[in-house]
DNA sequence: TTTAAATACACCCAAATTGGGTGAGATTCG
DNA sequence: CGAATCTCACCCAATTTGGGTGTATTTAAA
């Protein structure tokens, strides 16, 4: 008796582990209002799929023969944008999980964790939230702060944001009232500081060292 | 017989309505394992104290009365940088979320969670993790992701993207094995799409809307 | 299949920007 | 006090930038 169809959660999986797949897929289905509508072992047959499944949930491994996750992300928001996707997976790099969200992850799940987590985090997620593993949620948050031991003064961080909007010496100059020559004294002393020589060697390296 | 205060979480509160502070610090006096050692309801107090209080978590508000919470958590993270700050606010407003992590937060609840959340969210930054309500973590992992109605090609949202980061004409090039004079028809036709007549405009822009 | 968009390249020109050098007065903070 | 920071000045040459106009090939949509 399945008269409320559209209430059901329609859930897609793309993993390549069969074990850890069909796992999910029972696990999924034990839940009153769940429905697993398909379950891909890689990125390609699934992309073939998605706007017929039209799932509201996709939970994806990043690690999977052939196209990997983070590619099979961005090219299934592009066919179908309206689903969810989350990540679980094992690994916890860094580049990884920033890729993965900038991509249009909306979750990132590590594998380490009770099963009963995956099913809060589709709950979580059609519930406008961003189910994260602890860890991961560190890490989003973190990239936002800035390192506590930078070379720079403060007014050459002022500056060096600015260079890093594109403003020229004389934009900067303005915004900061104070004389071009300031600002290209200012400039020279970030540079010997940074061991650099050049506008975007001194921002590359600034937002490698997060001193802006 | 408190012969373990070594394992104790201790606590420090900022908030200027009497009422919730006082509520917070019953219901957190409460818990096994957590002890409020000073509870303020302004930056200053706090600012002033909080070498001395040494807490492990502060629970700060956003909107106070004087020096406002994203200054305090600024100042706080330069005087005693040990203490995770969560905030606790009303407030769900985007900039302020994004203006308060910068500034060092490792958590945003707004307030209208359950009492028990906060003690959730203490134990939750304590063992490494960034609690954040759902709404905030949504907002949080939308900022990585882009805009999906560019009116950029992916060429050109490519070029802007190096420009962005302080490469100039010739380094662009170089990057995308083009000749500088391609590069160049590209950025015209960036600048015609953006309405636009200049790089620092064109980054400014592209930032707000999510282009880069 | 015709059209429009995207990608790539070329040459002209003048103004602005950038990077490097050197020096120097004022202020602030430990 | 002294080191660091912040401010401004002048010299110089190479590079960059923004605007103009024109062309050719490829790709995607109508």
Not at 56 to 76: C, H, K, Q, S, T
Not at 134 to 161: W, Y
Not at 185 to 208: D, G, Q, R
Request: net charge neutral; charged share 25%; aromatic share 6%.
């Amino acid at each position: 008796m399945s008269y409320q169809n559209t209430n059901l959660i329609k859930i897609c999986l793309v993993e390549d582990d069969n074990i850890i797949r069909e796992g999910f897929v029972m696990l999924l289905n034990e839940n009153q209002g769940f429905k697993v509508v398909s379950a891909y072992n890689n990125c390609e047959d699934f992309l073939k799929n998605v706007q017929n499944d039209k799932p509201n949930v996709v939970l994806m491994d990043i690690e999977l023969p052939g196209m990997n996750g983070i590619e099979g992300i961005e090219r299934a928001k592009k066919i179908y944008p309206h689903a969810q996707i989350i990540v679980v997976t094992v690994y916890e790099n860094d580049d990884l999980v920033f890729k993965a969200l900038c991509a249009g992850a909306g979750g990132y799940l590590t594998k380490n964790m009770p099963s009963q987590r995956l099913v809060e985090a589709i709950r979580e997620i059609m519930s406008g939230g961003a189910p994260m593993s602890t860890n991961i949620a560190r890490l989003v948050v973190a990239s936002f702060q800035k390192n506590h031991n930078s070379p720079l003064s403060s007014r050459e961080t002022e500056v060096l944001e600015l260079l890093s909007r594109g403003k020229s010496y004389s934009n900067i100059a303005e915004g900061l009232f104070i004389d071009k020559e300031t600002v290209r004294t200012h400039i020279k002393n970030i540079y010997w500081k940074l061991e650099v020589h050049s506008k975007a060697e001194a921002i590359e390296k600034a937002m490698k060292e997060k001193l802006i």
